[in-house]
C-alpha cells in the first residue's frame, strides 16, 4: 500500500485545511474539546453539517448523484484525518452514516426526495430507535408493535438508550408488524416525526453526568405507511445493512490518535507530574498507538470497498470490536495520567457551558467524564460478545 500523497492529493489537503480555517469557530473548537460524549450537541454539530453542505461535502460517502462529493479513498481519509487534527465537531452520524445509506439503498424516490436534502442541509436531526428494555444484544426480540390501520400504522411501545432523542425531531426505528416462527421476519423499517401526538421522551443521565441517552415511550402513535422504507418484514435486514454502516463507514483511527495525542501532551506535562516518566505509562502509550496504526491500515481496506459502492459487511465488526477496545484503552489511559485529579468530576453538562471556575484544569476536564462515558463503547452499536459471535461465523466460518 502507498500511503504518500500525489500532487493533486496534497492541493485537497491544502484545500480542506483551509476549508477548515475559514469555518470552524473558536466556540465550535472548544465545545468539541469539552465534549466528552461522541456526539456534539446539535447547536454545535449541526452548524458544522451547515457549513460541510455548503462546500459540497455534507455526506462525503453517498453516491453522487444524492449529493456525495465523490472523492477517492485517499480524499476520504485526508478529510476525516484533518478534521480529526483541527478538533471539528461531530455531525448528527445517524443522519449521514446510519438511516442515509438506508434510505438510498432501500427506500423510495418519494422517501429519498424528502429526507436526503434535509439530512444534507441538517435540517433534520435524527435518532436511532433500536433497542428496548428487554431487548439490546436479542434485538429481533423487540416487542414494540405497529399495527396496520387503513393508511397508518398505530405504534405502541418503548424504545431506551436513545441517544439525542430529546435534540431529534426525527427517528428510525424498528417494530414489530406481525408474528411467526422466526422473530426476524416480523420487524419492519419505520421513519417517525418525534412530534407526532402520543411520543413521550424522557431522559436518563449517565454516570459521567452526561444527558445523552433517553428512554422513549410510543402511545397509539399514528406514523403512516409510507413512512415504512422497504417491504412490510423485511426491517432485520435493512436493520443489519444499517448496523454496518454504523461499525464500519468512519475513520475513527484518527480521531483516536488524537485522542492519545491529548493524553500523551498530559503526561509530559507538570500538571500531571511528568506521568510519561512512569515506565508503565510510557509502555502502554506506546502500546495504543501500535493499535491505532494497525486498526488505520484495516480501515484504509475497508474505506476502498465503500467507494467502490459495497456495504463493509462482518469486517465492520472487526473496526467496531477494535475501536471500542481502543477508545477504552486511551480513556483508561488519561485516567491513569491525571491521578487523583480524576476524582474531581464535574456534575454539570455540557461542559463547555459550565458558568462557574471548574475545579480541576481545562485539559483534564474530560478525562474522567470520557472514561465513564467509554465504559458503554463496548456495549452500544452492539456489544464486543455479538462481534466476535459475527466475526466467528461470517468470516472464520465457525
Known amino acids: 500500500m502507498d500511503l504518500s500523497f500525489n500532487a493533486e492529493e496534497r492541493a485537497f489537503q491544502d484545500e480542506v485545511r483551509g476549508f477548515i480555517a475559514k469555518n470552524l469557530t473558536e466556540e465550535m473548537k472548544r465545545a468539541t474539546a469539552l465534549t466528552p460524549s461522541v456526539f456534539s450537541d446539535p447547536d454545535i454539530g449541526m452548524a458544522w453539517q451547515r457549513a460541510l453542505h455548503r462546500q459540497g461535502w455534507g455526506a462525503p460517502g453517498w453516491p453522487v448523484e444524492y449529493g456525495g462529493p465523490a472523492w477517492t479513498p485517499a480524499q476520504r481519509w485526508i478529510f476525516e484525518t484533518e478534521c480529526a487534527r483541527a478538533g471539528v465537531p461531530n455531525v448528527n452520524v445517524m443522519g449521514v ?7 438510498i439503498g432501500f427506500g423510495s424516490p418519494e422517501q429519498k426526495n424528502f429526507y436526503l436534502p434535509r439530512i444534507l442541509s441538517g435540517e433534520d436531526y435524527w435518532c436511532q430507535g433500536y433497542s428496548e428494555p428487554g431487548s439490546g444484544s436479542d434485538l429481533s426480540s423487540l416487542k414494540t408493535r405497529a399495527v396496520r390501520d387503513g393508511d397508518d400504522y398505530i405504534i405502541n411501545g418503548t424504545k431506551i438508550w436513545t441517544t439525542h432523542a430529546h435534540h431529534a425531531n426525527r427517528m428510525f426505528a424498528l417494530v414489530r408488524t406481525s408474528d411467526g416462527p422466526r422473530q426476524q421476519d416480523g420487524i419492519s423499517f419505520i ?38 422504507v422497504g417491504e412490510e418484514g423485511k426491517g432485520w435486514t435493512y436493520g443489519k445493512y444499517l448496523l454496518e454502516f454504523e461499525r464500519g463507514a468512519g475513520i475513527a483511527s484518527a480521531k483516536l490518535r488524537e485522542g492519545l495525542k491529548a493524553i500523551a501532551d498530559l503526561a509530559e506535562s507538570d500538571l500531571t507530574g511528568r506521568a510519561i516518566d512512569s515506565p508503565d505509562i510510557a509502555t502502554r502509550i506506546s502500546e495504543v498507538e501500535v493499535d491505532i496504526d494497525a486498526l488505520e491500515m484495516t480501515e ?6 465503500l467507494q467502490t459502492g459495497q456495504n463493509p459487511g462482518a469486517v465492520s465488526s472487526i473496526l ?14 488519561g485516567a491513569d495520567v491525571i491521578g487523583h485529579d480524576a476524582l474531581a468530576v464535574e456534575p454539570m453538562r455540557p461542559l463547555y457551558k459550565l458558568n462557574h471556575e471548574p475545579a480541576t484544569p481545562e485539559e483534564m476536564l474530560t478525562v474522567m467524564p470520557e472514561y465513564l462515558n467509554g465504559r458503554a463503547y463496548t456495549i452500544f452499536g452492539g456489544t464486543s460478545e455479538i462481534q466476535r459471535d459475527i466475526i466467528a461465523k461470517m468470516m472464520l466460518g465457525i
Do not use: C, W, Y
Not at 321 to 333: F, G, K
Open 97 to 103: 452514516k446510519m438511516v442515509g445509506p438506508v434510505i
Open 191 to 228: 421513519l417517525i416525526d418525534m412530534k407526532t401526538p402520543g411520543i413521550t421522551t424522557r431522559p436518563i443521565l449517565t454516570i459521567g453526568g452526561d444527558h445523552e441517552v433517553n428512554q422513549v415511550f410510543f402511545d397509539d402513535v399514528r406514523v403512516p405507511v409510507t413512512n415504512r
Open 300 to 305: 484504509l481496506r475497508v474505506l476502498s470497498a
Open 320 to 333: 467496531k470490536l477494535r475501536n471500542s477496545e481502543i477508545r477504552q484503552a486511551v480513556t483508561r489511559l
